[in-house]
């Protein structure tokens, strides 16, 4: 039986991406949503080089935000708005869908060495998810110290602190990195939360950290407490209010209802509404038949 207090340890689903391996920790049947967070992939550290490399070809977005995050290793992005960059270790590439965007990520070309990162989506709220398509990419994002460690703010707030990138709900995503065997992360109550060990070793409200699991925290709590950490641990902090909409996901599309999903498959299918890849050279990611619902199909992230 878990102690009060204890996180509930969601061990993610290892599937692939184009062919390369990964562990997606969200959503997962046990739990779609923490705060307005629905997806999250987490990839490697895997050997990037001739023989593998991460190339997912252009395809579509609806209703959500897209934000990658490096450890090591560099992904090219470009999008059918022209926009081009790279996330590298402390840049963070976020892209909003809103209406409908499309895009491409790949290994640049020679890429060599360990790749490791994750891919989050944020569902946006009913009120400004057809809001139009944009990309940010943020370098040197505020960093606060936290006691036993230093926290980089990726999206949202914490302690105070917001992010550049923007939002359209409160939430939060952190990297948390420790400096001291025990660490203590300042949470908003009203908040859901959930961590996600990125590197190193640590134990959570006395619970020892396993790689590839999300581990769920519930709302209400004011602080997360960490002990046995080793030096340079790395884990990611997700949370937000519980996003109180139903929410429909199918594909690499967020909606709410299966009529939109089907118009933004046309769409797709029929080269309207959102746009080519043009600085991708290869074909396009064809949407799978809507034949397959109930069971969505895996998003190609
Ligand atoms: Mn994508």
Not at 70 to 87: C, T
Not at 99 to 112: D, L, R, T, V
């Amino acid at each position: 039986m878990s102690r009060p207090g204890a996180l509930e340890a969601l061990p993610g689903r290892a599937t692939e991406l184009e062919g390369v391996p990964i562990s997606r920790l969200l959503p997962r049947s046990r739990r779609r949503l923490v705060g307005p967070w629905c997806f999250a992939d987490l990839y490697g550290p895997l050997e990037v080089g001739p023989g593998l490399r991460m190339d997912v070809p252009p395809h579509p977005h609806i209703g959500l935000q897209t934000v990658s995050w490096l450890l090591s290793g560099e992904l090219q992005h470009d999008d059918s708005l022209g926009a081009s960059a790279v996330a590298s270790p402390g840049a963070l590439n976020l892209m909003t869908a809103g209406a409908g965007i499309a895009h491409s990520e790949q290994s640049p070309p020679g890429a060599a060495g360990p790749l490791h990162g994750i891919q989050l989506w944020v569902a946006l709220p009913d009120a400004q998810r057809h809001v139009a398509p944009s990309f940010e990419r943020h370098a040197g994002l505020p960093e606060i110290a936290v006691e036993g460690g230093r926290a980089t703010l990726l999206v949202g707030e914490l302690g105070g602190l917001r992010s550049p990138a923007r939002a359209f709900s409160p939430l939060v995503a952190a990297e948390i990195r420790l400096t001291a065997a025990r660490a203590a992360l300042p949470l908003e109550p009203g908040f859901e939360h959930a961590l996600v060990l990125l590197a190193g070793s640590a134990h959570a409200e006395g619970t020892p950290l396993q790689a590839h699991t999300l581990y769920y925290a519930g709302e209400g709590r004011r602080e997360l407490l960490l002990d046995g950490g080793s030096p340079g641990t790395r884990l990611l902090l997700l949370g937000g209010p519980r996003f109180e909409e139903r929410i429909l996901m199918w594909w690499n599309f967020v909606a709410r209802s299966a009529d939109e999903i089907a118009a933004a498959r046309e769409d797709w299918h029929s080269g309207r509404r959102f746009g080519e890849v043009a600085a991708y050279a290869g074909p396009r990611l064809p949407a799978p038949p809507l034949a397959s619902r109930p069971v969505p199909p895996t998003p190609a992230s």
